[in-house]
């Protein structure tokens, strides 16, 4: 049979749902046809489905090599390496399709949307743009450039893109969130009732009622209208926490015994880990002020941003493979084995992954907010690199998270009392690498950065051993004290925090 009645089947098998089978059959066109280059390709994007991008990644290279240069493989492999979190081989794959035009729509929105990933807003406007000219009529390409234009801060033009987008849907969900969160809402310039209209035609089951909810939630809070804005804002959560298969205790369990592992006995008997001052984590709560210290690190002119990757965990967990043998299986595993690793090549494969490839910059910041769980472990591994935490008021930094929606994270921010729960133990894990690690987290305070906050960016680039530039003063912090509008309804968080000590 042909190579391309083969690879055929494949597909007739992917639509079907065998996607083993798919990948069985891959690896016979593979075996029977090895210069065949899409069937390569193929066997790439089927072990992506499969959720193995290492397998991808070789078997797109595979490609490659039959084929150099062809754009739509090497969207695949950057696509692949994404996957993997190896941010500096993503990024110069990206640098050698970031202009080119695709000719279907398909491919220019999948790079679109690794580019996003890899926080290139500017290459993934461009290609995003080149989706909705070849589609004009797609109601997801108009809204993924209105996401890409928000983030580059061009407001207006997202409104655009999100008007086009609930021209061809109306009852698009995300598109009226993200509507409603571009700009604050006014009497007379609002979507309140456009929003009630939506949740009215949607059946109790839609999903996309969570974000007409915390839609409504928002516009209404800016209304001043708290009662109502809080009422939504408990449905949109309270839905939200049903679909959740998120176990609360497992969470705070794991930062106990993070605590019980890696006391100060442990820190201060370890071998030195890598040498090298590249790195600038930025940790602490979502919504703490990870951002607002990321923007400032990164508009110095030696500094710049990787966004929130998963490599420092992705490496752990390589590292703790090597050092037992077998793979943990769950976080207590995990921490188990941590113990024991070469903190020293942690260290180095991390660097490896992340670091920005044209090595343009001295300096990188991961903002990844829940690298406060690691923070002896990059303290081990990378010693030299400088760990910044953000902090805000325990009651602002609780409203605020649970007023957003997140993507496939912070699962403990639908639930008031988990979400309170969640910040003491946090809390008291960040007390403990005080005490074992004294001077290594330098803390910023979000209040710290209303008003006059050049005190505190000079102890931040001090911290940072980063010289004073002018750019980096021109940010600030907004939205402080907010939850003291809703201070009856989050009375059950603001017991737990006092009960804690953290009221």
């Excluded at 083969?6 to 639509?15: D, G, M, R, S, Y």
């Excluded at 990933?117 to 993934?124: P, W």
């Excluded at 804005?229 to 794991?254: I, M, N, P, V």
Aim: hydrophobic letters at 40%; proline letters at 4%; aromatic letters at 8%.
């Amino acid at each position: 049979m042909p190579a391309q009645d083969l690879e055929q089947n494949i597909w007739q098998l992917v639509k079907a749902g065998k996607l083993n089978d798919a990948a069985a059959a891959c690896d016979q066109l593979n075996e029977a046809f090895p210069d065949y280059g899409s069937g390569w390709s193929t066997s790439s994007r089927v072990a992506i489905s499969l959720n193995e991008p290492l397998i991808a990644l070789k078997a797109i290279e595979r490609a490659l090599l039959i084929t150099p240069g062809e754009p739509v493989w090497l969207l695949q492999k950057m696509a692949s390496l994404a996957v993997l979190s190896d941010l500096t081989a993503a990024n110069a794959v990206a640098d050698e399709i970031a202009k080119h035009d695709f000719a279907t729509a398909y491919h220019a929105s999948s790079c679109a949307v690794t580019l996003t990933r890899l926080e290139r807003f500017a290459d993934a406007e461009f290609h995003y743009q080149r989706a909705v000219d070849l589609e004009p009529d797609s109601p997801i390409y108009q809204f993924n450039l209105a996401s890409a234009q928000r983030f580059l801060g061009k407001l207006d033009a997202a409104r655009e893109s999100l008007d086009r987008t609930l021209q061809l849907n109306p009852v698009d969900c995300e598109a009226q969130l993200l509507r409603s969160e571009l700009n604050t809402q006014t009497e007379s310039d609002n979507n309140v009732d456009s929003l009630h209209s939506t949740l009215e035609k949607l059946p109790e089951e839609h999903p996309g009622r969570v974000q007409l909810y915390f839609a409504l939630a928002k516009e209404l809070d800016d209304l001043q209208r708290y009662e109502e804005s809080f009422q939504k804002l408990q449905l949109g959560a309270s839905e939200r926490r049903s679909k959740l298969t998120y176990q609360a205790s497992h969470d705070l369990h794991t930062m106990a015994t993070i605590r019980e592992q890696f006391g100060k006995d442990v820190i201060d008997s370890a071998a030195q880990g890598f040498i090298n001052a590249e790195p600038i984590f930025v940790v602490g709560m979502p919504r703490s002020g990870t951002v607002l210290v990321d923007r400032i690190l990164s508009s110095h002119s030696v500094v710049q941003s990787v966004g929130e990757p998963q490599s420092f965990g992705l490496e752990l967990m390589n590292q703790c493979e090597k050092a037992a043998g077998v793979t943990p299986k769950n976080a207590l595993e995990l921490l188990a084995a941590a113990r024991e690793i070469d903190f020293a090549a942690l260290g180095e494969a991390y660097l490896n992954r992340v670091r920005p490839a044209d090595g343009e910059y001295a300096h990188f910041v991961d903002k990844l907010p829940l690298n406060f769980m690691y923070a002896s472990l990059i303290h081990l591994a990378l010693p030299k690199a400088k760990i910044v935490l953000t902090e805000r008021d325990p009651m602002d930094n609780c409203y605020t998270a649970f007023r957003t929606l997140f993507t496939g994270a912070c699962p403990y921010t639908y639930d008031l009392d988990e979400l309170a729960n969640y910040f003491v133990e946090y809390r008291q894990l960040i007390d403990h690498w005080r005490s074992v690690m004294p001077g290594v987290m330098h803390t910023v305070r979000y209040e710290d950065l209303v008003g006059d906050s050049r005190p505190v960016v000079e102890g931040l680039l001090d911290h940072c051993d980063l010289s004073l530039e002018d750019q980096c003063f021109d940010h600030r912090a907004e939205a402080v004290g907010k939850w003291r509008n809703y201070s009856d309804q989050l009375q059950p968080v603001a017991d737990i925090l006092q009960r804690a000590g953290y009221g």
